[in-house]
DNA sequence: CGTTCTACGTATATCGTTCTACACAATCTA
DNA sequence: TAGATTGTGTAGAACGATATACGTAGAACG
C-alpha cells in the first residue's frame, strides 16, 4: 500500500503502516503514554510482535530517555561490587530499563571521563560504586543526570541520593570483636591517600575503629592506623613493617575484603599463623571470605539490599523527585576462623613467626 | 548576530557560529574527515574548548558512529576477566573509542537480550568475553554489527574473528605437569551442562586433558571428568563424592581459577592436605592464584595480551575488514605450591583425610 | 586562455524517535 | 441546546549530529 519500502530496518514507520495508525500512536504505545485506547493498544501491540520491531535507542535518545541507566564502577577486581550489582538487577527487574557498566582504574579523572561519556550518551540515570570523586563534583554532575552513590557519605546534600552501610559503626563493631577475641595490640591497614580523594568509606571506618579503642581506653600512641596502596607487594610491606616493629600488632583489620586477602596472604607469607599469632578481619562479607583457605571474619553490609534500594532511588529520582534521600543500613559482624585465637591470651607474650611458614600451604 | 539563542546545550551548531565557519566543518574536524584546512582545524578546535563542547553521541548514532564499543561480559567474579579488561583498555587507548560493559548472569537469553540492548543503541563494535551462545547466534548477531569473541573457539567462522588461547594445549598441560609431579590418579572437575550452550572453552580443555592421559596410557575408565555447577555448595558436593570414591584422585584440575579456588577449599574442608594429599591446579592464572593461602597452580593464557589482540581485531573490523581472522596464544603452566607434593609416590597407598582438618584454617 | 583538476567549504536532506499542538467526536454541564 | 470537557487520534516540528551534493577559487595543463 504504502510506496516506500526501500529500507530493511523495521521502524516505527513500519510499525505504523503494518497496524493502520499513525506514528505517533505507536509512539504512545511505546511509552505507555496517556490517551491510547486499549483496542489501539492491542492491535499496536501486535504489529510490534509480528514484526519484532525493538526501538532505536539512539533515536529515543534525541527527544526522550533512553531507559539506559549507567553503573559506574571503581574498579573490577573488587568482589563485595557483585553483591551490589545483584541488588541493581533485583531493583531493575519488571522496568525497561536496562544497566551499562563503565569500569574506571581507580583514578577520578578516568571516572570523570567515563561519567562524561556516559551522559553523552544520554543515559537517563547514573549510579556510582565506590567512585572517588568529591562531592562538589558529583553536584555537577548531578546537574546534568539524576545520580545515586554508593559508598560515598554524604548526608548533607541535596542534589543526589546516596545508598551506605554506616561505615563508623561498622569499624567499631570489628575493633569491639576483636578486643572480646582477647587481642590486646589491634591495628588497622588502609587504603593510602595518593588519589586527591580517595575513597571516604575507608576514612570512616578508620574513625570508627579509632574511637571504639579510644572507649576503651586506648592511648592514643597505641592506636595503629597503617597505610598502603592495594596491590600484594605494596600491602605486604606495610605488612611486614607493622609485624617488625617494636609492638607489633597481634589482630589487623584490613578496610575492604579484597584488600584484607592481600594482608593475610602477606601475613601467612611471612611465617605468621592466622588466627593464632595474628587475627585478620576484613569488610563486606564478599563471597571468598567463606572460602576455607580465606575463612575470614568480615563485617557484612548487605551490599545486595544496598543496590536495590540505590536502584529505588534512581527511579524515584528519574520520574522526578527532588528532595533528596539518603539509605543507611546498619552492618553486622560475620565470624570466622581468621579472629578465633584458641589461646588465653595470658602471658602477653610478643607474636613471633611459629616455627617455619606453614608448609602445605606453601 | 544570530538571532536563536534560546537553548542554552552547546551543538555542533553553537561551535560552528562562534568559529565562523559551517556546521559541516566543525562535523569534519570532529571526525577527522577529509577537506578541512589546518587554519580551519585549528579554528574550530578552539572554539570547542573554549564552549567546552561535548558531542552529542544519541544525535551521531543516528547517522555515524556512536564511538561506543560494547563488552559483554558472561559474569562479573570470574577474577581473570580484569585481565582482557585490563587488554582492552590497552586497545582502545589513544582511540575515540570508549568501551561499555554488560553483565551476563550466567543465561544465554540475558545475553541475548544485552546484546539487543546494545545493538539498539548504536554501538559501533562488540567483544564478548566467555558468552554461551552458539556459534550460529553469533552469525545473527555479527550481521547487525562487528564482533569479536573471547573464549569460544570458531576457527571456521568467517562472520566475526575471535581471540583465545590453545585451550587443548592448556588441559593437556595440566595433566603432563600431574604426572610429571608423580601423581597417578589425576582428575578434572568442569562446568556442568546445564544452559544448552555452555562455555565451550571447558571442553576443549577436558579433550586435552583427556588426550594426554590416553597418551601416557590410561584406560578410559581411568579418565575421571566430575562436572558441577559453579558455587561452592555444588563444587563441595562433587568434590566429597570424587574424594569418597573407591579409587579416589590424588590431584584434580579445576576447570578455571575462580572455579578451582572453590575446589581448594572443598578438599580442605573435608580434611585434606593440599598439595600432600591432593594437588590442585587452576587454569587462567588470575591475582588470587599468588596469595599465600591459594598458592594455586595455573595455567596462564596471557588474558591481557588476548584483549590486546581482541581490541585491534576489532576496531579493524569497525573499518572494513570483512575477511575473518582468528588470533590463538599458546599457554603456558605456572606452578605453584598447590601442585608440588613433596613426597616421594613410592607406596601407592590411597589419600585419606590427614588426622584433624587443619583448625587454623577452619 | 579555456579546460580540468584539486582543495576547501557550504547548504541541506536525513536518521528514528518524542513532543507539541490541534482536530474531532462523544459526553457532560448549566 | 449551547458550551465545556474528556477521550482518542493525527500531523508535523523538533532533537543534534552526519553525509551527500554541490559551489568556488586557485593551480596545473595543453
Given at each position: ?28 504505545v511505546?511509552?505507555d503514554?496517556y ?19 525493538r ?15 549507567g ?15 545483584d ?5 531493575l ?13 581507580g583514578?577520578s ?5 567515563i561519567v562524561?561519556?556516559?551522559v553523552d550518551?544520554q543515559?537517563d ?15 555537577a ?9 554508593i559508598?560515598?557519605h ?12 554506616d561505615?563508623?559503626?561498622?569499624g567499631a ?10 587481642y590486646r595490640?589491634?591495628?588497622?591497614i ?8 580517595s ?31 592495594d ?10 613493617a607493622?609485624l617488625?616493629?617494636?609492638e ?6 584490613g ?8 594482608v ?36 557484612d ?5 544496598i543496590?536495590?534500594q540505590?536502584?529505588?532511588l ?6 522526578g ?8 543500613v ?8 581468621s579472629?578465633m ?10 607474636p613471633?613467626?611459629s ?8
Open positions: 500500500m504504502a510506496p516506500r519500502q526501500k529500507s530493511e530496518r523495521v521502524t516505527i514507520r513500519t510499525v505504523a503502516e503494518d497496524a493502520g495508525v499513525s506514528v505517533a500512536a505507536v509512539s504512545k511505546l511509552r503514554a490517551g491510547v485506547s486499549d483496542a489501539m493498544r492491542l492491535k499496536v501491540r501486535q504489529s510490534m510482535d509480528k514484526l519484532s520491531y526501538p532505536h535507542s539512539a533515536a529515543r535518545g534525541m527527544r526522550g530517555q533512553t531507559y539506559t541507566v553503573v559506574l564502577m571503581a574498579d573490577i577486581k573488587n568482589p563485595f561490587f557483585p553483591d551490589i550489582i541488588g541493581i538487577d533485583d531493583g527487574a519488571g522496568t525497561q530499563y536496562l544497566p551499562l557498566f563503565g569500569i574506571g582504574r583514578s579523572s578516568v571516572e570523570r571521563a562524561h561519556a556516559m550518551r543515559i540515570g547514573l549510579i556510582m560504586i565506590g567512585q572517588r570523586m568529591a562531592t562538589a563534583d558529583l553536584d554532575i548531578a546537574s546534568e543526570v539524576p545520580i545515586v552513590v559508598g560515598h554524604a548526608p548533607e546534600a541535596q542534589s543526589f541520593d546516596s545508598a551506605n552501610n561505615d563508623v559503626r561498622g563493631i570489628v575493633a569491639e570483636h576483636m578486643l572480646a577475641q582477647g595490640r589491634p591495628a588497622m588502609t587504603l593510602g591517600r595518593n588519589d586527591l580523594m575513597a571516604d568509606v575507608s576514612q570512616k571506618r578508620e574513625r570508627g575503629f579509632a574511637d571504639a579503642l579510644r572507649g576503651a581506653g586506648f592511648a592514643e600512641h597505641d592506636i595503629r592506623i597503617a597505610s598502603a596502596d596491590g600484594l607487594d605494596d600491602v605486604t610491606a606495610t605488612v611486614r607493622l617488625e616493629s617494636p607489633p600488632p597481634d589482630a589487623i583489620f578496610w575492604a575484603d579484597y584488600y584484607a586477602l592481600e593475610l596472604s602477606a601475613v601467612r607469607a611471612l611465617g605468621f599463623r592466622v588466627p593464632d599469632d595474628i587475627g585478620i578481619i576484613g569488610y563486606d562479607n564478599a563471597a571468598p571470605c567463606a572460602f576455607t583457605q580465606n575463612n575470614l571474619t568480615s563485617v553490609q548487605f551490599g545486595r539490599e543496590g536495590r540505590a536502584t529505588r534512581l527511579i524515584e529520582r528519574i520520574k523527585r527532588t528532595q533528596a534521600e539518603h539509605f543507611v546498619t552492618p553486622r559482624l560475620v565470624a570466622r576462623g579472629s585465637a584458641p589461646r588465653v591470651k595470658a602471658g602477653d607474650t610478643l613471633s613467626p616455627a617455619q611458614p606453614d608448609v602445605a600451604h606453601k
